[in-house]
């Protein structure tokens, strides 16, 4: 029984490298085109707008994924991404930060 372990692995390791491959080229082509980046950002926000309302779909987490992608060629998600995303961020990290805290004192205590 444990020796088709070995052949497992072998069999699941290049459908796994084939998809690294295929995600690492497809973040190259979003990295680097001005059109497909804005296609992609778009049809994201469209997707995070309609997740707003549907329960299957990570709404929120869509359009914030889109903000990012879109931030670098349109101004108007740069501005939103600064007036919302930025200070939701640090309003996270200082509640995260006061967590440790109080997690420490109560480790202490004990």
Known sequence: MLTRWPSLWGALRQPAQRSFSLVK???????????????????????????????????????????????????????????????CEHRCRQWIHTFRQRRAKRKAMD
């Open 25 to 87: 080229d497809v973040w190259t082509l979003l990295s680097t085109r001005r059109p497909v980046r804005i296609v992609v950002g778009l049809i994201l926000l469209l997707v995070g707008i309609i997740g707003l309302f549907l329960p299957v779909l990570q709404g929120l987490a869509t359009i914030v994924a889109a903000l990012a992608i879109l931030r670098k060629d349109i101004p108007l998600a740069e501005r939103v991404w600064q007036r919302w995303v930025v200070p």
